[in-house]
C-alpha cells in the first residue's frame, strides 16, 4: 500500500502518513497509532508474487544487422526454438555499445523475466546494472560474475588449437586481424594464438581492425602491409573479417594458399563457398542458443540449472591452408 493509499483510508493527508512513519515532525499520539498499526497490518500480509510475463528479452549488438554475422541469426533461432518449445516468447532489442535503455525500460515496464545477451564486453556496464538489481541474465560468452548464467566456447583453446594446427603445416610468419578488442571473445582468441606461437618461439604482427572499415579500400591496404612483411599465413577473428580478406586478396591476384594462407576462427557457410574453402573453427551456435535459453528458462522456473557450460568445437582443415613446404636448396 502507498502513502497516498494509507492516507485515503485513514483520511488524513499524504504528509501526515509520511511524518507518522519517519517519526519526525509534528503529530497527535492517536494518529501516528493509526498510521504505524495500518503499516503493521499491511506488513503481516502475505506479499503478491508478480506474475510470470513468459516473455525474455534477447539482446543483439547493433552492428549485428549492419554485418549480418551467421553468429547472431543462428543464435537466434536456438534460443526462439528452445523457448518456444517451453511456451516462452522472445522479445528482441538490441545494445550500442554501453548503451542499455532498451532493456531498462522492458525491465521498468515489467514486459520480461529474464535477458539474455549475445555478446559479452570488458567493464560491462549493462551486466554490473543487471547483477546489481538481481534480475535474471544469461550470456552467450564468459564473464567474471558468478551471479550470472554462461554458456561459452573454449574460444582461447579454440584459437590455440587452429593456431597450432597451422604451425605443423609448416607456417612461420603469422598475422592476427581483429576488431574490438573490449569484446570479450576477441581477447580470448587473441590470448590463444599468442600462446600457440609463444610456444614455437614464433614471432607475429597483430593487426587489430576496428569495426566498420571493413572496406575494400582499406582492406586493400592491409593487404598489401601483410605482404609486404612477407607473412605466409594470416588467421582472421570471425568469418566476417575472413570474407573481407580473403575477397581482397584474390581481388590483387594473389594465390591462396600458394601466396599466403588464411584461416578464421569462426565458422559461416560463405567460408566453404570460396575457392579455396577455408579453415576454420566451427562452433554448433544454434546449440548455443537452445542451451543458453534453457538454463535461464529453468532458472526461472525453478528446475535444476548450470551456471557455467561449454558447447564443443571442431577444427575444419580446407584447402585454404594446404600449402606445400619445400627445404630452402643448398647454395
Known amino acids: 500500500m502507498t502513502i497516498e493509499q494509507m492516507a485515503e483510508q485513514l483520511g488524513v493527508s499524504k504528509s501526515t502518513v509520511s511524518r507518522a512513519l519517519s517519526g519526525k515532525g509534528r503529530i497527535g499520539k492517536e494518529t501516528r497509532e493509526r498510521v504505524l498499526a495500518l503499516a503493521q497490518k499491511e506488513e503481516r500480509k502475505p506479499k503478491k508474487i508478480p506474475e510470470k510475463t513468459r516473455?525474455?528479452?534477447?539482446?543483439?549488438?547493433?552492428?549485428?544487422?549492419r554485418t549480418g554475422g551467421e553468429y547472431f541469426h543462428e543464435c537466434l533461432i536456438g534460443i526462439c526454438e528452445e523457448a518456444s518449445s517451453r511456451d516462452y516468447d522472445v522479445m528482441i532489442t538490441d545494445v550500442t555499445g554501453n548503451n542499455y535503455s532498451g532493456v531498462e525500460r522492458l525491465?521498468?515496464?515489467k514486459k520480461i523475466d529474464g535477458v539474455i545477451l549475445t555478446r559479452t564486453m570488458e567493464h560491462d556496464r549493462m551486466l554490473e546494472w543487471l547483477s546489481d538489481i538481481q534480475f535474471p541474465v544469461a550470456v552467450t560468452g564468459s564473464v567474471q560474475n558468478d551471479f550470472i548464467i554462461q554458456v561459452d566456447t573454449?574460444?582461447?583453446?579454440?584459437?590455440?588449437?587452429?593456431?597450432?594446427?597451422?604451425?605443423?603445416?609448416?607456417?612461420?610468419?603469422?598475422?592476427?586481424?581483429?576488431?574490438?578488442?573490449?569484446?570479450?571473445?576477441?581477447?580470448?582468441?587473441?590470448?590463444?594464438?599468442?600462446?600457440?606461437?609463444?610456444?614455437?618461439?614464433?614471432s607475429y604482427e597483430w593487426s587489430p581492425l576496428e569495426f566498420g572499415i571493413t572496406k575494400y579500400g582499406i582492406i586493400e591496404n592491409l593487404v598489401r602491409e601483410l605482404m609486404t612483411k612477407r607473412i605466409d599465413c594470416v588467421v582472421c577473428g570471425d568469418d566476417i573479417i575472413c570474407t573481407s580478406l580473403l575477397s581482397a586478396f584474390l581481388a590483387e591476384g594473389y594465390r591462396?594458399?600458394?601466396?599466403?594462407?588464411?584461416?578464421?576462427?569462426?565458422?559461416?557457410?560463405?567460408?566453404?563457398?570460396?575457392?579455396?574453402?577455408?579453415?576454420?573453427?566451427?562452433?554448433?551456435?544454434?546449440?548455443?542458443?537452445?542451451?543458453?535459453?534453457?538454463?535461464?528458462?529453468?532458472?526461472?522456473?525453478?528446475?535444476e540449472f548450470q551456471?557455467?557450460?561449454?558447447?564443443?568445437?571442431?577444427?575444419?582443415?580446407?584447402?585454404?591452408?594446404?600449402?606445400?613446404?619445400?627445404?630452402?636448396?643448398?647454395?
Request: glycine share 4%; charged share 25%; aromatic share 10%.
Open 256 to 303: 591462396v594458399p600458394r601466396d599466403i594462407g588464411i584461416a578464421s576462427l569462426y565458422n559461416s557457410s560463405n567460408l566453404s563457398c570460396f575457392s579455396p574453402a577455408v579453415t576454420t573453427v566451427n562452433v554448433p551456435t544454434t546449440k548455443v542458443g537452445r542451451m543458453v535459453c534453457s538454463q535461464l528458462l529453468n532458472s526461472l522456473t525453478g528446475k
Open 55 to 65: 516473455n525474455i528479452a534477447v539482446v543483439l549488438p547493433t552492428d549485428a544487422y
Open 107 to 109: 525491465i521498468r515496464k
Open 154 to 202: 573454449d574460444n582461447e583453446r579454440a584459437s590455440q588449437d587452429l593456431t597450432a594446427y597451422l604451425i605443423s603445416r609448416g607456417y612461420r610468419h603469422f598475422a592476427i586481424v581483429l576488431d574490438y578488442m573490449e569484446y570479450t571473445v576477441n581477447k580470448q582468441r587473441y590470448d590463444g594464438f599468442c600462446k600457440a606461437l609463444y610456444k614455437r618461439g614464433l
Open 307 to 331: 551456471k557455467k557450460s561449454y558447447v564443443d568445437y571442431e577444427l575444419l582443415v580446407r584447402k585454404s591452408t594446404d600449402r606445400v613446404f619445400t627445404e630452402p636448396e643448398n647454395e
